[in-house]
């Protein structure tokens, strides 16, 4: 299996998605010719099974987040990979690019706080039928860090209730029962229906605000996001 990253000005979490990638796809977290990093400059990029959009602040999320990476070169060869079926994962700012970027419905906005939030959170797992999820069970809890300022996703009602009704959410942000948080401390941005992540129509892109790549490994304290990357390497391999 081949995975690309994609690097834009200002990314911060590319160098953490190759190493945990090189990890779930060969065991290895040397093991960096499974994984091309590719620069936002680039027009065009070799052939490959998964592409990220990491997180970070590209561009320093001047306009809006992800506004002027979504209008990088690469970007039109990621919008015509994606089309082809080619699977496209976006994390925090990656997840901000694709809605951009028109891959995704939707949009983030600033936190409903109007601060920057990094912290562990709990999400529950929506639709595990996917090359994303098929490692979780439908109903499963996780715990994944979050470090966003503009992570509140937003989605008209009419445009809610069709995404609904297509299995589209792929996280919601849940009560930890550990600590007692409730529903509303549970979701940190506000995020409509407390959705954390979402797929598009065809389950072949995913974009969510928690960092899978931060929990992927024991020593970083957890391990829940590792299966979202072996899920990938299981379908896609």
Not at 88 to 101: D, H, K, P, S, Y
Request: charged content about 20%; proline content about 4%.
């Amino acid at each position: 299996m081949k995975a690309s990253v994609i690097v834009f000005p200002g990314s911060n979490c590319d160098r953490d998605v190759q190493v945990a990638l090189a990890a779930a796809i060969g065991g290895r977290t040397d093991n960096n010719d499974c994984v091309d990093m590719v620069w936002h400059g680039d027009s065009e990029m070799a052939k490959t099974d998964l592409i990220v959009l990491p997180g970070g602040f590209s561009y320093g999320d001047y306009l809006r987040s992800g506004a002027m990476s979504a209008r990088s070169p690469i970007m039109r060869e990621v919008v015509a990979r994606a089309e082809q079926g080619v699977a496209v994962l976006g994390i925090c700012n990656g997840f901000q690019v694709l809605t951009e970027a028109g891959l995704l419905p939707g949009a983030l906005l600033p936190n409903a706080g109007l601060k920057f939030v990094c912290r562990d959170v709990q999400v529950r797992v929506e639709n595990s039928q996917t090359p994303f999820t098929n490692a979780y069970e439908a109903g499963q809890t996780l715990r994944i860090p979050v470090a966003h300022h503009d992570g509140q996703y937003f989605v008209e009602a009419d445009e809610l209730s069709a995404m609904q009704e297509r299995d589209q959410i792929a996280f919601r942000y849940c009560q930890d029962e550990k600590t007692g948080d409730s529903s509303r401390r549970a979701n940190p941005n506000g995020s409509v229906d407390d959705i954390a992540g979402v797929f598009n129509k065809r389950k072949t892109v995913l974009g969510l605000m928690p960092h899978p790549e931060r929990a992927a490994d024991a020593i970083h304290g957890g391990t829940d996001g590792q299966a979202l990357l072996s899920s990938l390497v299981s379908a896609l391999a």
